[in-house]
Antibody
């Protein structure tokens, strides 16, 4: 069974870049889609985007100008970069995996607070 | 973007009751709908995909139905461990979007 673990800073200053990594264990990264999803009280659950193991990506247009998702299958990791953050980006960030159309496995989530 | 709505926003029911949650999409999504269960402090847990297919390991008291714009999640014989918030999610077109959630409490 796939297990996912998010890691990264819990506090980011406004205008800086939020960077998170998801480490995968229990299965190969091939033939799967790897996604980032966030949850905040104001917005609820929001799909950020995903990357296919071969490297193709799809992002939420609302975040597209600021988001990059990358993958390193040799390290069993994929990453999220969100630039120019504001307090509105404060949320619990989840990594998840599944097929193109559903998220079968989720990480436990990591709270990222944007504050000076 | 496709907007997802859910009703009711919350429901309180007794152990053994049948609970039905409705999810509506702002445009047709065929059967590209998933349901998730989330308990406080935990990640969402997948319950159903493709509107009516049960994820592995999910109790059979959970079922889903619908297509197009209207969908339902039914919990037959509600159990204490079913107290949670339930979300629908469309996967028909980008960006994928989630409903606002329905909180299920046990009386």
């Amino acid at each position: 069974q796939v297990q996912l673990q998010e890691s990264g800073p819990g506090l980011v200053k406004p205008s800086e870049t939020l960077s998170l990594t998801c480490t995968v264990s229990g299965d190969s990264m091939t033939n799967h889609y790897w996604a980032w999803i966030r949850q905040s009280p104001g917005i609820g659950l929001e799909w950020i985007g995903y990357i296919y193991y071969r490297g193709s990506t799809n992002y939420n247009p609302s975040l597209k100008r600021r988001v990059t998702i990358s993958i390193d299958t040799s390290k069993d990791q994929f990453s999220l970069s969100l630039t120019s953050v504001t307090e509105a980006d404060t949320a619990v960030y989840y990594c998840a995996t599944g097929t193109q159309n559903r998220f079968d496995y989720w990480g436990q989530g990591t709270l990222v607070t944007v504050s000076a | 973007d496709i907007q997802m709505t859910q009703s009711p926003s919350s429901v309180s029911a007794s152990v053994g009751d049948r609970v039905t949650i409705t999810c509506r999409a702002s445009q047709g999504i065929s059967n590209w709908l998933a349901w998730y269960q989330q308990k406080p402090g935990k990640a969402p847990k997948p319950l159903i995909y493709a509107a009516s297919s049960l994820q592995s390991g999910v109790p059979s008291r959970f079922s889903g139905s619908g297509s197009g714009t209207d969908f339902t999640l039914t919990i037959n014989s509600l159990q204490p461990e079913d107290s949670a918030t339930y979300y629908c999610q469309q996967a028909n077109s980008f960006p994928f979007t989630f409903g606002p959630g329905t909180k299920v409490d046990i009386k």
